[in-house]
């Protein structure tokens, strides 16, 4: 390696350190209690869902062995695809890899120089590098605001606009009002896109989703989802009418150029959606320790935000004060995210805690008591700073 490059690559690491942003890897011990992961069901670990993948890669072997558009595309994962769309109520579904390539093909192939994207402010990493990606002008409203919104739509000339916006934003748990960004985007003439990967399996009467089936493709034309959350496998699907899943398919390059998901992991999705429409029971009792966790963390005084999601931030401020924290809790085997800059903006670096339906209400009294520890040591630092 060239010494300016190692230069170059030792800058980057230093600055990253010294601003406490540089992030590890961590092998979980056992006997961790896991809040920091998306299985928002639990289904990951269901002994169905293990051996439909297990039965699905003796049936079909371990991998597709080539792009969808080639060799790759098999019975089972047409099959997922069709009951993806039956269950969102859309003409049609394609499965991608993996979320972060779905938004990046869906928005490569749908935008170019004469399209004006619009996104929310705090929407995910994924969907403002699919706009750059795109070469489309790309503006973004702040968070959950119409009018903000609407001013900017109607400044644009552009031919064709799209709308974008999470569904469940993945950092605060807030929820996109999809009615409002439907009605906006149709008085302007724009395609809606929401990526719901945090919404499906959890939001909605079947699970479906903050969209599902309220809306249908008139009012949201683009929809999202991931598979490697509530679903509990991995990858991702864009579901639309004909039309749209025939243009992505063509033109999306994370698509046509990419192997095929393996055909083990579309069996286990298949048999778990069916346990996410056939056993609401899972999301009963996710709402269930959401509700729990909320109330005893309100009576400790945690600074909580006003999410009714699985996703539970806890505002702290700064990074060293997250790290603190976290540091804190894997000490007593608690696994919780400290999330920090550029993933959200300077002074609101948070732990993210998520809950899951496989909690249970002993496993969240322990968390609780973790924090409560977090805020007793951190009393005793200010009481006697010149012991900390």
Same mark, same amino acid.
């Given at each position: 390696?060239?010494?300016?490059w190692?230069?170059?690559?030792?800058?980057?690491?230093?600055?990253?350190q010294?601003?406490?942003?540089?992030?590890?890897?961590?092998?979980?011990?056992?006997?961790?209690?896991?809040?920091?992961?998306?299985?928002?069901?639990?289904?990951?670990?269901?002994?169905?869902?293990?051996?439909a993948q297990?039965?699905?890669?003796?049936?079909?072997?371990?991998?597709?062995?080539?792009?969808?558009?080639?060799?790759?595309?098999?019975?089972?994962?047409? /099959?997922?695809?069709?009951? *993806? +769309?039956?269950?969102?109520g859309?003409? $049609? !579904?394609? #499965?991608?890899?993996?979320?972060?390539?779905?938004?990046?093909?869906?928005?490569?192939a749908l935008?170019?120089?004469?399209?004006?994207?619009?996104?929310?402010?705090?929407?995910?990493?994924?969907?403002?590098?699919?706009?750059?990606?795109?070469?489309a002008?790309?503006?973004?409203f702040?968070?959950?605001?119409?009018h903000?919104?609407?001013?900017?739509?109607?400044?644009?000339?552009?031919?064709?606009?799209?709308v974008?916006?999470?569904?469940v934003f993945?950092?605060?748990?807030?929820? /996109?009002?999809?009615?409002? *960004? +439907?009605?906006?985007?149709?008085?302007? $003439? !724009?395609? #809606?896109?929401?990526?719901?990967?945090?919404?499906?399996?959890?939001?909605?009467?079947?699970?479906?989703?903050?969209?599902?089936?309220?809306?249908?493709?008139a009012?949201?034309?683009?929809?999202?989802?991931?598979?490697?959350?509530?679903?509990?496998?991995?990858?991702?699907?864009?579901?639309?009418?004909?039309?749209?899943?025939?243009?992505?398919?063509?033109?999306?390059?994370?698509?046509?150029?990419?192997?095929?998901?393996?055909?083990?992991?579309?069996?286990?999705?298949?048999?778990?959606l069916?346990?996410?429409?056939?056993?609401?029971?899972?999301?009963?009792?996710?709402?269930?320790?959401?509700?729990?966790?909320?109330?005893?963390?309100?009576?400790?005084?945690?600074?909580?935000?006003?999410?009714?999601?699985?996703?539970?931030?806890?505002?702290?401020?700064?990074e060293?004060?997250?790290?603190?924290?976290?540091?804190?809790?894997?000490k007593?085997?608690?696994?919780?995210?400290?999330?920090?800059?550029?993933?959200?903006?300077?002074?609101?670096?948070?732990?993210?805690?998520?809950?899951?339906?496989?909690?249970?209400?002993?496993?969240?009294?322990?968390?609780?008591?973790?924090?409560?520890?977090?805020?007793?040591?951190?009393?005793?630092?200010?009481?006697?700073?010149?012991?900390?």
């Amino acid at each position: 390696m060239s010494d300016a490059w190692r230069q170059r690559l030792a800058e980057a690491r230093l600055d990253r350190q010294q601003t406490r942003r540089w992030r590890t890897r961590q092998i979980v011990a056992a006997g961790t209690l896991d809040f920091a992961g998306n299985d928002y069901l639990g289904l990951a670990q269901d002994p169905r869902v293990r051996e439909a993948q297990a039965e699905g890669a003796r049936r079909y072997g371990a991998g597709a062995g080539a792009s969808h558009l080639v060799s790759g595309h098999l019975a089972v994962h047409e /099959a997922l695809e069709n009951a *993806l +769309a039956r269950w969102t109520g859309r003409e $049609r !579904a394609l #499965l991608f890899s993996t979320g972060y390539m779905a938004n990046l093909g869906v928005l490569q192939a749908l935008a170019n120089a004469d399209t004006a994207i619009f996104q929310d402010r705090l929407n995910h990493a994924s969907l403002l590098d699919g706009a750059t990606l795109s070469g489309a002008r790309s503006r973004r409203f702040h968070h959950r605001d119409a009018h903000d919104l609407n001013r900017l739509l109607t400044r644009s000339e552009c031919p064709h606009k799209l709308v974008v916006s999470d569904g469940v934003f993945s950092m605060d748990g807030d929820v /996109a009002d999809i009615a409002t *960004l +439907a009605q906006v985007s149709q008085q302007h $003439r !724009a395609w #809606l896109m929401i990526d719901d990967a945090h919404g499906v399996g959890v939001l909605g009467d079947d699970g479906s989703g903050c969209v599902g089936t309220p809306w249908g493709s008139a009012e949201v034309p683009v929809l999202v989802g991931t598979l490697g959350k509530a679903l509990g496998t991995a990858g991702a699907f864009v579901a639309g009418d004909a039309a749209l899943i025939e243009h992505i398919t063509q033109f999306a390059r994370s698509y046509v150029y990419t192997t095929a998901q393996p055909p083990s992991i579309a069996a286990a999705t298949l048999q778990a959606l069916e346990i996410v429409k056939g056993e609401p029971e899972h999301r009963d009792h996710l709402n269930a320790n959401i509700a729990y966790f909320c109330r005893e963390a309100l009576q400790l005084g945690l600074p909580l935000s006003t999410s009714t999601t699985p996703i539970q931030p806890l505002l702290l401020g700064s990074e060293a004060r997250t790290l603190s924290w976290s540091a804190t809790l894997a000490k007593h085997g608690l696994q919780v995210g400290a999330i920090r800059p550029p993933t959200v903006a300077k002074g609101e670096a948070r732990l993210r805690i998520t809950l899951s339906a496989c909690h249970t209400r002993c496993d969240i009294d322990r968390l609780l008591a973790g924090l409560k520890l977090c805020q007793q040591e951190e009393a005793r630092c200010h009481a006697h700073p010149h012991n900390a």
